[in-house]
Nanobody, 123 residues
Framework: QVQLVESGGGLVQAGGSLRLSCTASGNILSILSMGWYRQAPGKQRELVAV???????TYTDSVKGRFSVSRDNAKNAVYLQMNSLKPEDTAVYYC?????????????????WGQGTQVTVSS
């Protein structure tokens, strides 16, 4: 079973910075992509940034130039550096991994999610 564990959320004033971390563990064979989504109260979950193992990093428009996603492949980890935070960035942030892993007697690719970490930006 694959697990994603996040850390790094908290309360910060507008203009401040936070760094989120997420580590995947379990019977992982390969990781196709890792990234971050967020869900604000009363809103749908939205993509923040995703970093594929091959290809281009994608950011949602509202965070471009402020957020930066990175990975440490040796640790199966993904990070989200968030700078110049705004109150509208307040949300629960979820780590996501598209991971090829052992499942029972076989293997398959699935989307896995972390438990979520709260980010609150005060004005």
């Amino acid at each position: 079973q694959v697990q994603l564990v996040e850390s790094g959320g908290g309360l910060v004033q507008a203009g401040g910075s936070l760094r989120l971390s997420c580590t995947a563990s379990g019977n992982i064979l390969s990781i196709l992509s890792m990234g971050w989504y967020r869900q604000a109260p009363g809103k749908q979950r939205e993509l923040v940034a995703v970093m594929p193992s091959r290809g281009t990093i994608t950011y949602t428009d509202s965070v471009k130039g402020r957020f930066s996603v990175s990975r440490d492949n040796a640790k199966n980890a993904v990070y989200l550096q968030m700078n110049s935070l705004k109150p509208e960035d307040t949300a629960v942030y979820y780590c996501n991994g598209r991971i090829f892993a052992v499942q029972g007697t076989g293997s398959q690719t699935q989307n896995y999610w972390g438990q979520g970490t709260q980010v609150t930006v005060s004005s």
